[in-house]
T-cell receptor
Framework: DAKTTQPTSMDCAEGRAANLPCNHS???????VYWYRQIHSQGPQYIIH???NNETNEMASLIITEDRKSSTLILPHATLRDTAVYYC???????????FGTGTRLTVIP | GAVVSQHPSWVICKSGTSVKIECRSL??????MFWYRQFPKQSLMLMAT?????????EQGVEKDKFLINHASLTLSTLTVTSAHPEDSSFYIC?????????????FGNGTRLTVT
């Protein structure tokens, strides 16, 4: 069963912030939210993950709602190289593997 | 950061032959590696979990005799597609768990595109 729901596709203008939503309304207390992206014909690339606090790294920011039922990945200044499929995944604490949903295909437009 | 390397990046083989794909963790030891398969315009599907020194664990519907997994060392797992057929043509991707364990992320190889003619 899918644990996350994401829009199928989104467009973003180059240089603008890309905000990618994810719904995980059935998330449990010990599940983290992970974001990966996959550029065409490459393996998935880790972006960021978090439990309940907002997180930021050199690639992106992750905003998790207080009830943890949804989150948003923010790419602050999208470039053409950010065009990819973005996957939001919930993963139980200590679990090994990841189960991928269908993701959001982000297209950055010049 | 942790790097996972896959080889080859692409391979073409004839129907009925076998193909071996290697997955290496370059700068860390990985007791557990994972093999995924991705068909065009679809998401990644977990095939099996590869455990160093023990038998792999296969997901439902994945034939263990067709997709042979060997994890003989802490830095190498191999996937052999035996008696390949055109329907096995796909993008195969491996991943390894970071040595930090816990909730640290999985690191993925760049995939192997298999085409069976």
């Amino acid at each position: 069963d899918a644990k996350t729901t994401q829009p199928t596709s989104m467009d973003c203008a180059e240089g603008r912030a890309a905000n990618l939503p994810c719904n995980h309304s059935t998330i449990s207390g010990n599940e983290y939210v992970y974001w990966y992206r996959q550029i065409h014909s490459q393996g998935p690339q880790y972006i960021i993950h978090g439990l309940k606090n907002n997180e930021t790294n050199e690639m992106a920011s992750l905003i998790i709602t207080e009830d943890r039922k949804s989150s948003t990945l923010i790419l602050p200044h999208a470039t053409l190289r950010d065009t990819a499929v973005y996957y939001c995944i919930v993963r139980e604490t200590g679990a090994n593997n990841l189960f991928f949903g269908t993701g959001t295909r982000l297209t950055v437009i010049p | 950061g942790a790097v996972v390397s896959q080889h080859p990046s692409w391979v073409i083989c004839k129907s009925g032959t076998s193909v071996k794909i290697e997955c290496r963790s370059l700068d860390f030891q990985a007791t557990t590696m994972f093999w995924y398969r991705q068909f065009p315009k679809q998401s990644l599907m977990l095939m099996a979990t590869s455990n160093e020194g023990s038998k792999a664990t296969y997901e439902q519907g994945v034939e263990k005799d067709k997709f042979l997994i060997n994890h003989a060392s802490l830095t190498l797992s191999t996937l052999t597609v035996t008696s390949a057929h055109p329907e096995d043509s796909s993008f195969y991707i491996c991943s390894a768990k970071s040595p930090r364990g816990g909730n640290s992320p999985l690191h993925f190889g760049n995939g192997t595109r298999l085409t069976v003619t």
